[in-house]
């Protein structure tokens, strides 16, 4: 059951960054784009500055990957590899992935509101939004499954990281909305494929016990 529950969702975020991809191909998303981001906007202030940028550090490559390695790191100790191997592998899968989507729709980045300085790199999808989505989703799982108290916490607070993390994108000026909504899709296409390769190891629910 949990098996066709994860193919359903996964099925359901490819056809949701298809859906998206297809409005911004045939510009379609252009209106929705611009008048959420000048809206979003409209919250400006110093202060929200300040936190928007925060969340944006701690959707930056740097944040992410010491993550992996913290993680890692930990799951070695508990001689957890084939777990470490999942989280890894989800990593690098989406920050490939992400590259390869960049380069084929070749998003020029937006140019209402210039909070920071832009990447040099494409718009389309929003590599925050799906690495964080793929990474700490999947970091989620991991901590969830091998220290079983920690799971409530994490399962809240996880989602609303990777959600703010998408919004300071469109806030800060970097991203459209639509990157951020398929960064959240593609992320989460990885991440479920993550999960069931995690669910296919079978690890126990106490490892850190000891």
């Not at 529950?5 to 949701?16: C, D, F, I, S």
């Not at 959707?59 to 890894?88: D, K, M, N």
């Not at 459209?176 to 690890?203: E, M, S």
Request: aromatic fraction near 10%; avoid cysteine.
């Amino acid at each position: 059951m949990r098996t066709a529950v994860a193919l359903a969702a996964g099925a359901a975020a490819a056809l949701a960054f298809l859906e998206i991809a297809e409005e911004v191909l045939e510009g379609e998303a252009t209106p929705f784009d611009h008048s959420v981001s000048l809206w979003l906007h409209d919250f400006d202030s110093p202060t929200l500055d300040g936190v928007m940028r925060a969340f944006t550090f701690l959707g930056s490559g740097a944040v992410v990957i010491g993550v992996v390695a913290l993680v890692a790191t930990w799951g070695l100790q508990h001689r957890r590899r084939a777990v470490v191997g999942v989280l890894v592998a989800v990593a690098a899968v989406a920050e490939g992935l992400n590259v390869l989507l960049k380069l084929f729709f070749h998003r020029s980045r937006p140019d209402l509101i210039l909070e920071i300085v832009a990447p040099e790199s494409y718009s389309f999808p929003s590599g925050h939004a799906m690495l964080s989505t793929a990474v700490y989703g999947m970091t989620t799982l991991i901590v969830a499954q091998l220290q079983p108290r920690f799971r409530l916490p994490l399962y809240i607070g996880t989602p609303f990281l990777i959600l703010f993390i998408g919004i300071s994108r469109v806030y800060l000026g970097v991203h459209w909305p639509t990157d951020v909504l398929a960064g959240f899709a593609a992320g989460g296409l990885v991440l479920i494929a993550g999960k069931l390769a995690l669910g296919r190891l079978h690890p126990p629910t106490s490892a850190g016990a000891s």
